[in-house]
C-alpha cells in the first residue's frame, strides 16, 4: 500500500476534523503537492498555513514533522515523501510570557 | 520624560522607615526599566554578593515596573522582582502579570526597594502617596488566595491589587513564588523566601493618577496596528489553546521531557493535551489589564478534584503531568493549585518531584525517607502529597524537597546528583535537554540558571531553521541575539507572546519614545540590552559564576534518548565546548566567561570594568 499516516494538532485538528488519517500517494510525491491536495479536498488555501504571499516561512509559520524531522518550509517541493512516512501538521510552538 | 513616574519608594523594614528615589533620564535611557532598572541596582546595592546570604537581612529586594506599565500600551502591565536569590545563589529575577504593575505605577511609583528585615510580619500598602506597613499577624500562614480576599477586606478596598507570599513563602522554602491576582506569579529563584526571610507578607498597590506619555495620538495610533496584529495569526495559539497547545507538538518532536527528562515524549500526551484540556477543562479564558490577547487559561477539575481551580499554563501541566509521569489533568488542575495556594513555583516544583520520583524508583529513595510515601512515577496521590509536604517542609520529604533539587541531590548524594536536572541551581523548564540542542545552551548560559524565558533560543530548534540534535559554534550568535532582544523586551517590560507582533527592534524603540519622549533607535535599544544583560553577568561573576556554570545537567550528555524519533540523540561534548566558544566570542567575554574590560567599556560600564571585567 503507498500509504503515509497525517497526523493533525491544534487548528489542523478543526480544519479536517479529525487527529489523523492516512492518505494513498504515488511514491515521489512532493511535500508542497500533498499539502495543495489536501487543501483543496477540504476546501482551504493550507499552503497559506506554512508559506506568505512573498514565498517566504512567516514567523509564526505552522509546521511540517516528517519523521521525527522539521521541514525547511522553503524547500516542501524538493522534499519527497515515501509510503510508510509520519506527517505531521502543528501550529508553530509558543512558549514564554 | 514622561512614561515612567519618575520615582520609587525606599522601604527600610528594619527600622519601618520610609524614603523615596529619583529615577532619571540617564538611568532610564542606559536601562530602560524592569530587567535594566533591577540589574543595575542590585549590582549596586550588593557590593560584595558572594558574602551576602540570600535570608539575611543584607539581601535587598527590589521591584520594577516598566515605562509602558499603566498606559494603554498592548500587553506592558508587567512588573519584576529581583534579590539575590536563595535557590541559585546567583542573580535571582522574575517576572508577573495581571493588574498589579498598573495600579503600582498609577500610585505614582516606578518601583519599590526592601532593605534588612522586619522584626513581626507586616505588608506593605501603597496608595497613592500613602505609604503604610500594617501588621500582617492575622494574615501570615495564610494562602496567597485568602491573603488577597483578606488584605482587600481589611482595606475596605476592592480596587487594591495585591502580591503575596504563601505558607511557602513564610517558612522560606526555596522555590517560595510571589502571587497576585491568584493565578499570576513572580515564579522562579525563590524571591517569595526571600520575602519571607524579610517577614514582609504582601505588598497591596492602588493608584488613581492617570500615566502620562508623550505623544498620546501617535501612541493610540500605533497600539490600535499592534492591537490588530495581536489578533493575527502570529497569537491565536495563545488566544484560542493557550500555551498547553505545545504538548502534542513537542510529543511529535521527541522533545516533550517526561519521567524527570528521562525521554522525549509521553504516551499519553493526548489526555494531557492542550486540545484536550480545551475541551474538557477550560472553564474560562482571562486577560492581564489591556492585553489584546487573553492567553490564560483557567482549569476547573472534574469528578476527582471537583471544584477544584486553577490556571495552567504549559510549564505547569508539562513539569506536574509528563515529568512526573502523571496523566490525568483534574490531578495536574489540583497540582497546581496547591503550588499556587500555597506558593511554589510550579515548575521546579514538577521538576524536584520528578527527580525524587525517579530516585525512589532507583532505590536511591527509600519509604523512610520520604515518610512511606509511594514515590513512583505516574502515582497521583503521592505527587499531591510531596507538593503538600514540599511547601509546608512536613517531614523529612518535605525538607528534602523545600531544598530545590540541586540541594536535594547533594544532600542524599549516592549518585542522584546525575539525576538532577537543572543550571546554576535552577531548576530545567519543559524544553528536552538533547533533542533541542541550541535551546540548551541557551538555557545553560542564561544569567538566572536554566531560564526558558531569556532567550528564545528553542526557536530555531523547533523551526528547523537549523539541526536541533547537533551544536556548532553558530549557535553562539543566535543565543547572543536572543539574549539581547530579550533583555529589551523584559526591560520595557512587555509581554514576550506579542514578539511575533513587532515586526523589529525600531518598532520596540518607536513605542518606547511614543511613551516616554525620549529619543532611541532600534541600534540604541538593543545596545541597552547588552549592557543590562552584562550587568547581570557581572553581578554573577562576583557570585562566583564562570564557564564551569555554564552547562547543562549530566543527563544531556550522558544518557541518549531512547524515543524513536530522536533515539540516540545526546549532546557532544566538544560540539557543545564550541558553541560555548561562539557565545563568549559574540559576546565579549573571556574563554572562562568573564566579561573582557574592552567590552565593558564599550557598553559605558566603567565600574564593571573595574572591578569585574578581564584583559582579553
Ligand atoms: S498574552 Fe497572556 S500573559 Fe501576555 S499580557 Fe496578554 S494575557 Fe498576559
Same mark, same amino acid.
Given at each position: 500500500?503507498?500509504?503515509?499516516?497525517?497526523?493533525?494538532?491544534?487548528?489542523?485538528?478543526?480544519?479536517?476534523?479529525?487527529?489523523?488519517?492516512?492518505?494513498?500517494?504515488?511514491?515521489?510525491?512532493?511535500?508542497?503537492?500533498?499539502?495543495?491536495?489536501?487543501?483543496?479536498?477540504?476546501?482551504?488555501?493550507?499552503?497559506?498555513?506554512?508559506?506568505?504571499?512573498?514565498?517566504?516561512?512567516?514567523?509564526?509559520?505552522?509546521?511540517?514533522?516528517?519523521?521525527?524531522?522539521?521541514?525547511?518550509?522553503?524547500?516542501?517541493?524538493?522534499?519527497?515523501?515515501?509510503?510508510?512516512?509520519?506527517?505531521?501538521?502543528?501550529?508553530?510552538?509558543?512558549?514564554?510570557? | 520624560? +514622561?512614561?515612567?513616574?519618575?520615582?520609587?519608594?525606599?522601604?527600610?523594614?528594619?527600622?519601618?522607615?520610609?524614603?523615596?528615589?529619583?529615577?532619571?533620564?540617564?538611568?532610564?535611557?542606559?536601562?530602560?526599566?524592569?530587567?535594566?532598572?533591577?540589574?543595575?541596582?542590585?549590582?549596586?546595592?550588593?557590593?560584595?554578593?558572594?558574602?551576602?546570604?540570600?535570608?539575611?537581612?543584607?539581601?535587598?529586594?527590589?521591584?520594577?515596573?516598566?515605562?509602558?506599565?499603566?498606559?494603554?500600551?498592548?500587553?506592558?502591565? +508587567?512588573?519584576?522582582?529581583?534579590?539575590?536569590?536563595?535557590?541559585?545563589?546567583?542573580?535571582?529575577?522574575?517576572?508577573?502579570?495581571?493588574?498589579?504593575?498598573?495600579?503600582?505605577?498609577?500610585?505614582?511609583?516606578?518601583?519599590?526597594?526592601?532593605?534588612?528585615?522586619?522584626?513581626?510580619?507586616?505588608?506593605?500598602?501603597?496608595?497613592?502617596?500613602?505609604?503604610?506597613?500594617?501588621?500582617?499577624?492575622?494574615?501570615?500562614?495564610?494562602?496567597?488566595?485568602?491573603?488577597?480576599?483578606?488584605? +482587600?477586606?481589611?482595606?475596605?478596598?476592592?480596587?487594591?491589587?495585591?502580591?503575596?507570599?504563601?505558607?511557602?513563602?513564610?517558612?522560606?522554602?526555596?522555590?517560595?513564588?510571589?502571587?497576585?491576582?491568584?493565578?499570576?506569579?513572580?515564579?522562579?529563584?525563590?524571591?517569595?523566601?526571600?520575602?519571607?526571610?524579610?517577614?514582609?507578607?504582601?505588598?497591596?498597590?492602588?493608584?488613581?493618577?492617570?500615566?502620562?506619555?508623550?505623544?498620546?495620538?501617535?501612541?493610540?495610533?500605533?497600539?490600535?496596528?499592534?492591537?490588530?496584529?495581536?489578533?493575527?495569526?502570529?497569537?491565536?495559539?495563545?488566544?484560542?489553546?493557550?500555551?498547553?497547545?505545545?504538548?502534542?507538538?513537542?510529543?511529535?518532536?521527541?522533545?516533550?521531557?517526561?519521567?524527570?527528562?528521562?525521554?522525549?515524549?509521553?504516551?499519553?500526551?493526548?489526555?494531557?493535551?492542550?486540545?484536550?484540556?480545551?475541551?474538557?477543562?477550560?472553564?474560562?479564558?482571562?486577560?492581564?489589564?489591556?492585553?489584546?490577547?487573553?492567553?490564560?487559561?483557567?482549569?476547573?477539575?472534574?469528578?476527582?478534584?471537583?471544584?477544584?481551580?486553577?490556571?495552567?499554563?504549559?510549564?505547569?501541566?508539562?513539569?506536574?503531568?509528563?515529568?512526573?509521569?502523571?496523566?490525568?489533568?483534574?490531578?495536574?488542575? +489540583?497540582?497546581?493549585?496547591?503550588?499556587?495556594?500555597?506558593?511554589?513555583?510550579?515548575?521546579?516544583?514538577?521538576?524536584?518531584?520528578?527527580?525524587?520520583?525517579?530516585?525512589?524508583?532507583?532505590?536511591?529513595?527509600?519509604?523512610?525517607?520520604?515518610?512511606?510515601?509511594?514515590?513512583?512515577?505516574?502515582?497521583?496521590?503521592?505527587?499531591?502529597?510531596?507538593?503538600?509536604?514540599?511547601?509546608?517542609?512536613?517531614?523529612?520529604?518535605?525538607?528534602?524537597?523545600?531544598?530545590?533539587?540541586?540541594?536535594?541531590?547533594?544532600?542524599?548524594?549516592?549518585?542522584?546528583?546525575?539525576?538532577?536536572?537543572?543550571?546554576?541551581?535552577?531548576?530545567?523548564?519543559?524544553?528536552?535537554?538533547?533533542?533541542?540542542?541550541?535551546?540548551?545552551?541557551?538555557?545553560?548560559?542564561?544569567?538566572?540558571?536554566?531560564?526558558?524565558?531569556?532567550?528564545?533560543?528553542?526557536?530555531?530548534?523547533?523551526?528547523?531553521?537549523?539541526?536541533?540534535?547537533?551544536?556548532?559554534?553558530?549557535?553562539?550568535?543566535?543565543?547572543?541575539?536572543?539574549?539581547?532582544?530579550?533583555?529589551?523586551?523584559?526591560?520595557?517590560?512587555?509581554?514576550?507572546?506579542?514578539?511575533?507582533?513587532?515586526?523589529?527592534?525600531?518598532?520596540?524603540?518607536?513605542?518606547?519614545?511614543?511613551?516616554?519622549?525620549?529619543?532611541?533607535?532600534?541600534?540604541?535599544?538593543?545596545?541597552?540590552?547588552?549592557?543590562?544583560?552584562?550587568?547581570?553577568?557581572?553581578?554573577?561573576?562576583?557570585?562566583?559564576?564562570?564557564?564551569?556554570?555554564?552547562?547543562?545537567?549530566?543527563?544531556?550528555?550522558?544518557?541518549?534518548?531512547?524515543?524513536?524519533?530522536?533515539?540516540?540523540?545526546?549532546?557532544?561534548?566538544?560540539?557543545?565546548?564550541?558553541?560555548?566558544?561562539?557565545?563568549?566570542?559574540?559576546?565579549?567575554?573571556?574563554?572562562?566567561?568573564?566579561?573582557?574590560?574592552?567590552?565593558?567599556?564599550?557598553?559605558?560600564?566603567?565600574?564593571?570594568?573595574?572591578?569585574?571585567?578581564?584583559?582579553?
Amino acid at each position: 500500500m503507498n500509504e503515509v499516516e497525517l497526523e493533525l494538532v491544534g487548528r489542523f485538528r478543526e480544519l479536517f476534523k479529525r487527529k489523523s488519517m492516512r492518505i494513498s500517494i504515488e511514491p515521489g510525491t512532493s511535500l508542497l503537492k500533498i499539502v495543495t491536495e489536501l487543501g483543496r479536498a477540504i476546501g482551504v488555501d493550507l499552503r497559506s498555513e506554512f508559506i506568505g504571499p512573498d514565498g517566504k516561512p512567516m514567523e509564526e509559520s505552522s509546521l511540517i514533522i516528517v519523521n521525527g524531522r522539521v521541514i525547511d518550509l522553503t524547500r516542501m517541493g524538493e522534499q519527497f515523501i515515501k509510503p510508510g512516512d509520519r506527517i505531521v501538521l502543528a501550529p508553530s510552538v509558543a512558549g514564554g510570557g | 520624560m +514622561k512614561g515612567y513616574a519618575g520615582k520609587y519608594l525606599i522601604i527600610d523594614l528594619t527600622r519601618g522607615k520610609t524614603s523615596m528615589g529619583r529615577v532619571d533620564e540617564s538611568f532610564a535611557l542606559n536601562y530602560i526599566g524592569g530587567y535594566g532598572f533591577g540589574a543595575r541596582m542590585l549590582y549596586d546595592m550588593m557590593p560584595k554578593p558572594a558574602e551576602v546570604d540570600p535570608f539575611s537581612p543584607e539581601n535587598v529586594l527590589i521591584w520594577w515596573t516598566g515605562p509602558l506599565a499603566g498606559t494603554i500600551s498592548s500587553a506592558g502591565n +508587567k512588573y519584576a522582582v529581583f534579590a539575590k536569590s536563595p535557590l541559585t545563589g546567583i542573580f535571582g529575577f522574575g517576572i508577573s502579570s495581571g493588574l498589579f504593575a498598573s495600579e503600582f505605577k498609577s500610585a505614582g511609583w516606578d518601583g519599590v526597594v526592601f532593605t534588612g528585615r522586619s522584626e513581626k510580619p507586616v505588608y506593605l500598602t501603597i496608595d497613592d502617596e500613602n505609604i503604610e506597613l500594617r501588621s500582617a499577624s492575622s494574615i501570615w500562614g495564610r494562602t496567597t488566595w485568602e491573603t488577597e480576599e483578606m488584605i +482587600k477586606e481589611e482595606l475596605g478596598d476592592e480596587s487594591f491589587t495585591v502580591a503575596s507570599i504563601g505558607p511557602a513563602g513564610e517558612r522560606m522554602v526555596r522555590l517560595a513564588n510571589i502571587t497576585n491576582e491568584r493565578n499570576r506569579q513572580v515564579g522562579r529563584c525563590g524571591l517569595g523566601a526571600v520575602m519571607g526571610s524579610k517577614n514582609l507578607k504582601a505588598v497591596a498597590a492602588r493608584g488613581t493618577k492617570d500615566v502620562e506619555v508623550f505623544d498620546i495620538e501617535g501612541l493610540v495610533k500605533f497600539i490600535a496596528e499592534l492591537n490588530e496584529r495581536c489578533q493575527g495569526p502570529a497569537t491565536e495559539k495563545y488566544r484560542v489553546y493557550g500555551t498547553p497547545a505545545n504538548i502534542l507538538v513537542h510529543d511529535k518532536l521527541g522533545c516533550l521531557p517526561s519521567y524527570n527528562f528521562q525521554r522525549g515524549t509521553f504516551e499519553y500526551a493526548e489526555e494531557v493535551s492542550g486540545e484536550m484540556m480545551l475541551k474538557t477543562h477550560v472553564k474560562k479564558i482571562v486577560a492581564c489589564a489591556g492585553c489584546p490577547i487573553a492567553c490564560d487559561h483557567v482549569n476547573q477539575a472534574r469528578e476527582a478534584y471537583a471544584g477544584t481551580v486553577s490556571s495552567v499554563d504549559y510549564e505547569s501541566l508539562e513539569l506536574l503531568g509528563p515529568n512526573c509521569g502523571i496523566r490525568s489533568l483534574d490531578t495536574i488542575t +489540583k497540582a497546581v493549585e496547591i503550588c499556587d495556594t500555597l506558593g511554589v513555583d510550579t515548575i521546579s516544583a514538577g521538576n524536584v518531584v520528578g527527580w525524587a520520583m525517579e530516585c525512589f524508583e532507583r532505590g536511591i529513595l527509600t519509604k523512610d525517607d520520604t515518610d512511606g510515601v509511594e514515590l513512583r512515577f505516574g502515582n497521583d496521590e503521592a505527587l499531591l502529597e510531596a507538593l503538600r509536604r514540599m511547601c509546608l517542609k512536613e517531614g523529612r520529604l518535605g525538607m528534602l524537597l523545600s531544598e530545590g533539587v540541586r540541594r536535594a541531590s547533594q544532600i542524599v548524594g549516592k549518585g542522584s546528583e546525575r539525576f538532577a536536572v537543572h543550571c546554576k541551581g535552577l531548576e530545567w523548564a519543559a524544553y528536552e535537554l538533547r533533542s533541542l540542542q541550541t535551546s540548551t545552551l541557551g538555557f545553560a548560559v542564561s544569567n538566572r540558571g536554566a531560564d526558558y524565558l531569556r532567550s528564545g533560543s528553542y526557536q530555531v530548534d523547533v523551526k528547523g531553521q537549523v539541526d536541533r540534535l547537533r551544536l556548532d559554534k553558530s549557535r553562539g550568535k543566535i543565543v547572543y541575539d536572543g539574549e539581547n532582544q530579550y533583555a529589551v523586551i523584559d526591560s520595557l517590560i512587555i509581554c514576550k507572546f506579542t514578539r511575533g507582533v513587532f515586526k523589529s527592534m525600531g518598532e520596540l524603540a518607536k513605542l518606547y519614545t511614543l511613551v516616554t519622549g525620549l529619543s532611541m533607535t532600534g541600534e540604541q535599544i538593543l545596545k541597552a540590552g547588552e549592557r543590562i544583560h552584562n550587568v547581570a553577568r557581572c553581578f554573577n561573576v562576583k557570585c562566583g559564576v564562570t564557564r564551569k556554570d555554564d552547562y547543562p545537567p549530566p543527563r544531556a550528555f550522558e544518557d541518549p534518548l531512547p524515543d524513536d524519533i530522536v533515539k540516540g540523540a545526546v549532546i557532544r561534548r566538544e560540539e557543545y565546548e564550541e558553541a560555548l566558544d561562539g557565545y563568549y566570542e559574540c559576546r565579549g567575554w573571556s574563554r572562562n566567561g568573564v566579561p573582557l574590560k574592552r567590552k565593558l567599556l564599550e557598553l559605558g560600564l566603567s565600574k564593571e570594568a573595574e572591578e569585574v571585567g578581564v584583559e582579553a
